[in-house]
């Protein structure tokens, strides 16, 4: 059974960088995608992007100019940074696994229990 | 980016009846490689990560219950719950998952017991 959890900071700054890492058990990080999904209070949910196999990454066209997702094979973890955050960016963020099925990119099958992060003064 | 749209936004339900929730997408989600539909749909409580539901449009998850059923293909996906039971009270989403482009997600249906 894989699992998740995230972790850092629950307040950043205006301006500043969010960073989280994603630790994973129950499988290794260096198949599938590993992903993070942010959802700000009351809202939806909005893909962020996700690091593959060869540490090739994929980012939400609407962060990318903003956003690193990095991996620690030796520590099977995963990490992100956001950086010059603004209110908009307060939300629970979530770490999660998008499975391959059938030989395909899947849906996201494994999530961690998410970590909110406010971004105040 | 593939834009999803739910419908309706909100619906209540009697216990035992059947809730329906509709997703469009503004292109088609089917690849003619595999002939497979990229369309998932999970259910999120309050306080908790959403859970995968359906994949492939209306392969059910391993766990999920009989009840929940996915439908359609291309660009119309429907979720149908039998038998509401009270723990099925959540938001429903919908989302693509078409390889290599931004995975995106419906703005989302809450379902209530009537």
């Known amino acids: 059974q894989v699992q998740l959890q995230e972790s850092g900071p629950g307040l950043v700054k205006p301006s500043e960088t969010l960073s989280l890492t994603c630790g994973v058990s129950g499988g290794s990080i260096s198949s599938h995608y590993w992903t993070w999904i942010r959802q700000p209070p009351g809202k939806g949910l909005e893909w962020i992007g996700y690091i593959y196999t060869g540490g090739n990454t994929n980012y939400n066209p609407s962060l990318k100019s903003r956003v690193t997702i990095s991996a620690d094979m030796s520590k099977n973890q995963f990490s992100l940074k956001l950086t010059s955050v603004a209110a908009a960016d307060t939300a629970v963020y979530y770490c999660?696994?998008?499975?391959?099925?059938?030989?395909?990119?899947?849906?996201?099958?494994?999530w961690g229990h998410g970590t909110m992060v406010t971004v105040s003064s | 980016d593939i834009v999803m749209t739910q419908s309706p936004d909100s619906l209540a339900v009697s216990l035992g009846e059947r809730a329906t929730i509709n997703c469009k997408s503004s292109q088609s989600v089917l690849y003619s490689s595999n002939n497979k539909n990229f369309l998932a749909w999970y259910q999120q409580k309050p306080r908790q990560p959403p859970k995968l539901l359906i994949y492939?449009?209306?392969t059910r998850e391993s766990g999920v219950p009989d009840r929940f059923s996915g439908s359609g293909s291309g660009t119309d996906f429907t979720l149908t719950i039998s038998n509401l039971q009270a723990e099925d009270v959540a938001v429903y989403y919908c989302?693509?998952?078409?390889?290599?482009?931004?995975?995106?997600f419906g703005q989302g249906t809450r379902l209530e017991i009537k």
């Open positions: 999660a696994r998008q499975g391959v099925r059938d030989g395909y990119s899947g849906p996201v099958d494994y």
């Open positions: 492939w449009a209306s």
């Open positions: 989302q693509q998952y078409f390889g290599g482009l931004p995975i995106t």
